[in-house]
């Protein structure tokens, strides 16, 4: 990880072309919006255009460090156990946000403030149109974990890995953190710890980018598939039950995370 010549001016380039390419975004996704597009559709369309601002901002960048982000992904670095953890790592995190979700709404934090909205709970599987389901996946559970995992882990994390590894895993977990919306910033910072440990442990992009794929995928199947509605009456609060047993397999999960991690020293 420390074989990078990393300067603080390559780093706040990587950092800028990669806020520029998501303002561009966001810029784009409105237009889309505003053309009769839904949110989401618009949003994994509009991404598109990340990579190929990436691309070509970064390409000097890119193309002196080839050797160092082809050791990033060398089969040899991990092995079948090791991706088998990954895997689950991914799983156990969208149980964690899962678990979050019901417990902020059996206790209260979170509420839909709606007051013609349907109590619930309900549950029905309804997917969205084929394209925009296969579109979800490849922006989400491709190029998404691919970008983000180079910027934040294979540079951010390289660059600060000179103050430790725990720092390193810190701060690439804050600054990953803060490039997404505020409402997940709380859980993109524990995923940034999961997947900054991984590549800790593995000098490799493979663990992380398996776990960010499998958990984002399984964000796609709750956003293009599952419809959920469930916002109890003020006058029903707390519910202790659903929010007891959120916060038991909450934690659960995060133990669970941590021994899957902790596997892949040394594997």
Request: with cysteine; hydrophobic share 55%.
């Amino acid at each position: 990880m420390t074989d990078l010549r990393l300067d603080r001016k390559k780093l706040l380039a990587i950092l800028l072309a990669s806020v520029a390419a998501l303002l561009v975004r966001a810029w784009l996704q409105l237009r889309l919006q505003a053309g009769g597009a839904s949110r989401e559709f618009a949003a994994d369309l509009a991404y598109l255009v990340v990579p190929v601002m990436l691309l070509i901002l970064l390409s000097p960048i890119l193309y002196e460090d080839r050797a160092f982000l082809s050791r990033q992904f060398r089969p040899s670095a991990v092995s079948r156990r090791i991706l088998l953890c990954a895997l689950l790592v991914g799983v156990l995190l969208r149980v964690v946000a899962w678990a979050k979700l019901v417990a902020g709404v059996s206790f209260g934090f979170v509420r839909n403030d709606n007051p013609n909205a349907v109590e619930g709970p309900l549950f029905h599987f309804e997917c969205a149109p084929l394209g925009v389901v296969v579109l979800g996946f490849i922006v989400m559970a491709l190029l998404v974990p691919l970008i983000e995992e180079v910027v934040h882990r294979a540079y951010v994390q390289t660059y600060v890995h000179r103050f430790g590894p725990v720092v390193a895993v810190l701060i690439s977990a804050m600054v990953f953190a803060a490039l997404h919306r505020p409402s997940s910033w709380l859980f993109s910072f524990i995923a940034g710890l999961a997947f900054g440990a991984q590549y800790w442990l593995t000098k490799s992009l493979w663990p992380a980018l398996l776990s960010h794929a499998t958990v984002n995928a399984l964000i796609q199947v709750d956003w293009r598939c599952l419809r959920t509605q469930w916002n109890p009456p003020a006058s029903q609060l707390p519910l202790w039950l659903p929010g007891s047993l959120s916060v038991v397999t909450l934690l659960l999960s995060l133990v669970g995370i941590i021994w899957l991690i902790k596997k892949h020293r040394g594997s």
